[in-house]
């Protein structure tokens, strides 16, 4: 075993909901200890501002290029994410001084593995400075230049934090704004990517009709009935042609197709888009999961958790039910990257990414 060092995760992604902060302790390679985590909520007029960054970035072709918005959003995204850890380290009783490195995932506002481009908005060099405490930012980069998609990146945490579970296959899926899965096999074997919309194309639907961008606990999808031809359409999209790895941008799919829906439909319909695109991902795997564990905002949602289980045919569990926490997945996966990157250690593989091969990455921002 490697030495043990103390690190804090800051994942905010592509959701619009804020930021989560998580602490670990790990050598960055078989040994985690989990430790406490928070999430801080944006407020409706920040989120409405990444809305418009997310719409100006569609323009870039530089991924280190900031129109004056763009500058402008990053700097407050940055500030927001110092504060959220020095709330956290004094909600904790720890001092910046405990902590070795942050691992900071910034907020994606493009992702174009085919152009080699992929950008998150947050500023890692002035993140150091505001906490006093050594960061690593930029994991997707290296991985995308040298071809790679970019993502998923976090399977290789996911394997280090299913150490512990019996059952193997196992397919540890994370719904975000986009949804990824992880295969781990019996050998440890990976096999990762996104398997299409996660919450994202529901909170844009409900926001649109009921300015309210979540359906709490899936309520308005069980109202609704499944538009079964909306939903065939919904498929005839480049993504699901294609082998993976593969990963998509959070605006890769149109609300279009459900235009017509009422409201409670439309939820129904997309809720089970979602659903039926993480089943397909069984076509890619070697061998049946014996178990799907999922993490993220998603395994909140009843209805959706209740339409994968009917299409996987298979045990499904919310990550509590396997000892972890759902809403901490992602950013301790950040946290323990970060330690990865300090060590040179590998974050991406030709199974996770489609890297030409194993790839470590992120840049290292010094606290002074």
Known sequence: MGKMLRAVGLMSGTSMDGIDVAAIET?????????PSATTDYDAEFRARLVEAIAEARGLADRRKRTPLLAQVERELTERHAAAVAHFLRQHGHAAGDIAVIGFHGHTVLHAPERRLTVQLGDGPLLARRTGIDVVYDLRAADCTAGGQGAPLAPVYHRALAA???????????????????????NGALIAFDTGPGNALVDDWMARHTGRALDEGGRAAAAGRIDEAVLTDLFINDHFGRLPPKSLDRNAFSLDAVAALSVDDGA???????AAAIARAREHFPEEPRLWVVCGGGRRNRTLMGMIAERVGAALAPAEAAGFDGDAVEAEAWAYLAVRSLGGLPITFPGTTGAPQALSG???ARKA
């Not at 512990?164 to 019996?186: F, S």
């Open 27 to 35: 050598d960055g390679e078989d040994e985690v200890v989990r430790g």
């Open 164 to 186: 512990r579970l019996p059952e193997r296959p196992l397919a540890l899926v994370n719904i975000g704004g986009v949804a990824n899965v992880t295969w781990i096999g019996r």
């Open 268 to 274: 129904a319909t997309l809720t089970a888009f979602t």
């Open 362 to 364: 992120g840049v290292l």
